[in-house]
């Protein structure tokens, strides 16, 4: 990308479709990094009441959050695999460089469905686990 701006601001000579490329990259690495970042608790967590709800309301709190989580991406799930079926269909490509736009709207999905995944599984876990003890 450093490249690109040098090339582009001071050879006067930019790189045709750098920015698709950097566009589909980001699509593919963040939406694959996302499942594996929940899978590692490695996301940013914000525990502003924690201190104030106690084990139980700690418990309901994240028990809301995965479940609101879970259906948004559903719902989110269901839009991406729909785009990502036209684009197929219609072999839709982006302007410069021609890039199948399937592909990304398919590592969107995937992603999305893959981070659904851990966070029903991490829900089970939470009531395996129960209230007690927790976090």
Same mark, same amino acid.
């Given at each position: ?42 996301? &940013?967590? @914000? ?5 104030? /709800? ?5 418990? *309901? %709190?994240?028990?809301?959050?995965? #479940? ?39 590592? &969107?999905? @995937? ?5 659904? /995944? ?5 829900? *089970? %876990?939470?009531?395996?686990?129960? #209230?007690?003890?927790?976090?």
């Amino acid at each position: 990308m450093t490249w690109a701006v040098f090339a582009r601001y001071v050879l006067n000579d930019p790189i045709l479709g750098d920015t698709e490329l950097v566009k589909m990259g980001m699509a593919l690495v963040v939406m694959m990094a996302m499942p594996y970042a929940a899978w590692q608790g490695a996301h &940013i967590r @914000v525990d502003i009441l924690d201190g104030k /709800l106690g084990e139980r309301g700690r418990f *309901v %709190a994240d028990v809301f959050a995965r #479940v609101v989580s879970i259906f948004v991406l559903y719902l989110l799930i269901t839009k991406t695999y729909d785009k990502a079926w036209d684009a197929w269909e219609y072999e839709d490509v982006t302007n410069m460089i021609e890039i199948p736009v399937w592909v990304p709207y398919t590592a &969107i999905t @995937v992603g999305m469905g893959l981070f659904g /995944l851990v966070l029903l599984w991490q829900l *089970v %876990a939470q009531f395996r686990r129960g #209230v007690r003890g927790y976090e």
